[in-house]
């Protein structure tokens, strides 16, 4: 017995020992990860945090089970009934292992795994608890219990938590100790009773006084949750919560906490019964209070009157939403459309013509695909827009040329080519979006391996190393050389020379590496020297993830070639919060979270080529970035640390965007009959895109802004009613400084018919003409589709501009051959914008002059009139004659 005694002590000391190591081992190398990138302190908050976590948790679990099922053995030895069990009783089996000290180590045992289930649970809640400790003020009461907006957001998700916790520990104890007592043998039915003895029965009934302590919290937490109920006319409390829920639940605290008390006091009063009455008072409450009395009040007080009594809920709600989502700060200015535009218009706003982007990211990025990966094992991952100040204020488009492993041959995915020799893609595309050469294609002003580049742009190390598809680890400075890029017929190869990664030199190392990535490679390789770095975390939402874990990141990173000819990702972060009172919870986008408060507070900077993160605060006043600012205090940066050239690319990010256009859709109405009747619903609008309909991208557009002076960058986007295809209105987010973050609606005339997407669409359908080229150029073995419309706001009008591209069933290169104009009643489908426009402007009646292709085409067709020697006197310019 004791040898094996000895070997389960064994077993289990190898299997805690190999649990700790590997613990240890994972957690070492991140360390090193984290003080790699002078956010050490960063990390050790965040151990700390779980660490305590943890252990509290776990030690309160231990104590409370073990002390209660110590005292119910103890009892139950004591009180052990000498009743003969039948043959047939499962106890008999159990018994014969349910004695000495193995009854000590069976409890033992299933005390330290609850416990540790117990303690992994609360480690979930790290972060609550953090903002718990250091949370700020709002500055916004809600109008119920006159709380700090504060509150709910940092503290009562701890209060629930401890709670339901709390109630899962009493609930897991009281099991126990049933099992113990059954065990024991405590238990006897005498005839048709059932007979518990006295320390038995007062020990269950204690236990019972913990558990409904702990529904009288829940029930006075319950108070609070008001706040977030979805009964009424709009999200929040109504009518029927406050005057008839909340005062069930006031009325069910108060009974659950006299319950008890009466259960804690039993042993002073004979009568037991007095329990079975409160306890009867108490379901008489919860179904006459909680579950009866409202629907009363809803069904002959509230829905006769729903308007009157709801109001003053809606406007709650209808304040409260606006402030969570940023919508109260939006300005709303009126957009007087009067369709009187003039080819000098156009003019005076050249720089936006100029920049109406005419290449769709999607066909975009298979045109790069197909030009500018020069080897099969790159990759473009994303085409963004992005503006800079060449000659002139420049709309690009641009990505990366990454190198995923995915992309070598699977003959070539050897060890030692997936980890040491690719270890990194190579330089940039870059195209205006408003030229097109000759043949169709982007006119690419930054190409090429080595790239070149036609514009003022310095481009000096171009290496990729973390980007959107750099998912393996790799070790750099080996005695291996690393692939560069290609020359030619021959490779360049090249030593990485920056700081990113962890220096893996030692033994000790290479072995908490081979280990953390299960890879034993890392541990034999004779690659590696003391300078060598294994690079890890290099997927930037994963990087940016792993070191700041309680932001929310947008979905598109962008590239950015920085004046310093190093390439650069910004990342959007956000705040956000799901217990933020009276806010209607959004649903779609940021990974269908279900918050109800979002902040676009941080700008993170991630170095393409070091790794190195940044994260920028560019909301200070955000309470919810304020609180992790107190956490962290060496993580986050002022937002005027950030370099020049990188503020000069900040842009509003489309996720927040697209969020608070959906928001605003309903809460522009600020009217709460108008909101009830849902009267002024918008909605963004459908587009037809490769012959789909879809719901509209917003898109950014350099532009001139009504009264404003010149062009800036903006993101916008078209609304219509709901199920309706007019425009109602536009709406934009200015990226560039001062005016960063501004958001403005521009509401349209209600009592004009102005053209949404899909009447566009509908009308360049009806024309002939350009619906039987379509038609044409699709069955001679090319597909032709069209690319997002744009519209264009011009003065006090709209451009509706659409690119069409041809692409060959072979080649899958889509070429961009014409382009589509809509003015007014006007449309017109010409190879280039410019010829678009001035047939436009032509029709309308609005140009006096003839432009030069358009002269040569007449003098084209004289001249097949003529004789021979008649055409050796016509003289050709290209200046147009006044007609």
């Known amino acids: 017995m004791k040898r094996n005694r000895k070997i389960i002590s064994v077993i289990v000391a190898i299997i805690v020992a190999f649990y700790l190591l590997n613990l240890f081992l994972n957690y070492y190398g991140d360390w090193l990860w984290f003080n790699n990138l002078h956010y050490g302190s960063v990390f050790s908050t965040m151990i700390i945090a779980k660490i305590v976590s943890f252990v509290v948790f776990f030690l309160v679990f231990v104590l409370f089970f073990s002390l209660h099922l110590r005292l119910a053995h103890r009892r139950g030895q004591l009180s052990r009934q000498n009743i003969y069990l039948p043959e047939d009783d499962p106890r008999q089996v159990i018994l014969q292992l349910y004695k000495g000290k193995t009854i000590f180590w069976i409890w033992a045992i299933l005390t330290l795994l609850l416990g540790k289930f117990m303690g992994s649970y609360a480690v979930d809640q790290w972060n609550n608890f953090l903002q718990f400790i250091h ?15 504060g509150f709910y957001v940092f503290k009562l998700p701890v209060y629930q938590f401890i709670t339901s ?69 709009a999200y929040g409390p109504s009518y029927v919560d406050v005057h008839a829920q909340i005062p069930a639940y006031w009325a069910l605290f108060v009974v659950s906490l006299a319950i008890t008390l009466l259960l804690f006091l039993s042993r002073a009063f004979r009568k037991k019964k007095i329990i079975l009455y409160a306890v009867g008072v108490w379901v008489f409450v919860l179904i006459g209070f909680v579950w009866i009395y409202p629907s009363i009040i809803e069904q002959y007080v509230v829905k006769p009157n729903e308007l009157q009594k709801e109001t003053p809920y809606i406007l709650n709600n209808i304040k409260l939403t606006r402030e969570a989502y940023g919508l109260n700060k939006i300005k709303v ?11 000098k218009d156009i003019e005076e706003n050249r720089n936006t013509i100029e920049n109406i982007r005419l290449w769709d990211r999607r066909p975009l990025i298979q045109t790069y695909k197909q030009l500018q990966e020069i080897r099969l094992y790159y990759d473009f991952n994303s085409v963004q827009v992005d503006r800079y100040h060449f000659d002139k204020y420049t709309e690009v488009a641009l990505a990366g040329r990454e190198l995923p492993v995915s992309q070598i041959p699977n003959r070539a995915q050897t060890w030692v080519n997936t980890h ?93 590496f081979a280990w953390k990535f299960s890879d034993i490679k890392i541990l034999l390789t004779g690659y590696l020297t003391n300078q060598s770095r294994i690079m890890f975390y290099r997927n930037i939402t994963q990087r940016d993830k792993t070191i700041a874990p309680f932001l929310s990141y947008d979905s598109q990173p962008y590239m950015v070639v920085g004046d310093d000819g190093q390439l650069y990702w910004i990342h959007d ?152 295809d007019n425009m109602i209105a536009w709406m934009c987010a200015r990226c560039d400084a001062p005016n960063y973050g501004d958001l403005i609606v521009y509401s349209l005339p209600k009592d004009k018919l102005i053209y949404g997407p899909m009447q566009v669409e509908a009308r360049i359908n009806q024309q002939p003409d350009i ?108 200046k147009p004659p006044n007609i």
Do not use: C
Not at 196 to 224: A, D, E, M, N
Not at 663 to 672: A, E, F, L, R, S
């Open 420 to 512: 040491l020799i690719f270890t990194h893609g190579y330089g940039v595309v870059m195209n205006p979006v408003n030229e097109i050469l000759p043949n169709g294609m982007p006119n690419l002003v930054v190409k090429d391996i080595p790239p070149t580049t036609t514009v003022p742009l310095k481009l000096k190390q171009m290496g990729i190393y973390y980007g959107e598809e750099s998912n393996q680890f790799v070790l750099v400075n080996t005695t291996a050389k690393e692939f560069d890029y290609p020359k030619g017929d021959d490779n360049v190869y090249t030593s990485y020379a920056g700081k990113g990664g962890v220096r893996i030199s030692g033994l000790f190392k290479r072995l908490v």
């Open 573 to 724: 972060a956000y705040t956000t919060s799901n217990m933020f009172p009276y806010s209607e919870p959004v649903t779609q986008n940021l990974s269908e979270r279900g918050f109800n408060y979002i902040n676009n507070s941080v700008k993170v900077v991630i170095n393409a080529y070091n790794g190195d993160v940044s994260y920028y605060v560019i909301n200070p006043n955000d309470p919810i970035i304020q609180t992790y600012e107190k956490i962290y205090p060496k993580l986050f940066k002022p937002f005027s640390d950030m370099p020049e050239f990188l503020k000069a690319h900040i842009r509003y990010p489309t996720d927040l965007f697209n969020i608070q256009t959906q928001m605003y859709n309903v809460y522009h109405m600020t009217d709460p009959k108008v909101f009830y009747n849902q009267e002024d619903y918008w909605q963004v609008p459908n587009e037809s895109y490769n012959n789909e309909q879809q719901k509209m991208f917003p898109y950014y557009i350099i532009m001139r802004l009504p009264e404003t002076q010149k062009e800036e960058y903006i993101l916008m986007l078209p609304l219509t009613p709901s199920k309706k």
């Open 165 to 233: 916790w709390y109630l899962f520990m009493v609930g897991m104890t009281f099991i126990a100790v049933m099992a113990s007592y059954y065990l024991d043998n405590v238990f006897s039915s005498v005839g048709k009773g059932f007979q518990v003895l006295k320390p038995v029965r007062r020990h269950l009934l204690s236990l019972t006084g913990f558990f409904v302590l702990g529904i009288s919290v829940s029930y006075f937490l319950k108070l609070y949750n008001i706040l977030y109920s979805s009964h009424g006319a």
């Open 333 to 343: 200015k009126p957009f007087p459309v009067d369709d009187k535009i003039t080819y």
């Open 771 to 878: 619906s039987s080229q379509l038609t044409l150029w699709g069955q001679q073995g090319s597909q032709v589709f069209k690319g997002n419309q744009l519209i264009i706001p011009i003065k006090n009008s709209f451009l509706y501009v659409e690119p069409v591209y041809l692409q060959s069933d072979q080649g899958k290169i889509p070429e961009l051959k014409r382009v589509i104009v809509t003015y007014n009643d006007h449309i017109e489908m010409k190879k280039t914008l410019e010829e678009a426009l001035q047939a436009i402007f032509n029709s309308s009646g609005s140009q006096d002059t003839l432009s030069a292709p358009q002269v040569k085409d007449i003098v084209n067709i004289v001249k097949t009139s003529l004789s021979a020697k008649a055409r050796k006197h016509l003289t050709i310019t290209t």
């Open 135 to 149: 949370a700020s003020s709002f500055g916004i009461q809600e109008p119920i219990f006159h709380k700090d907006a």
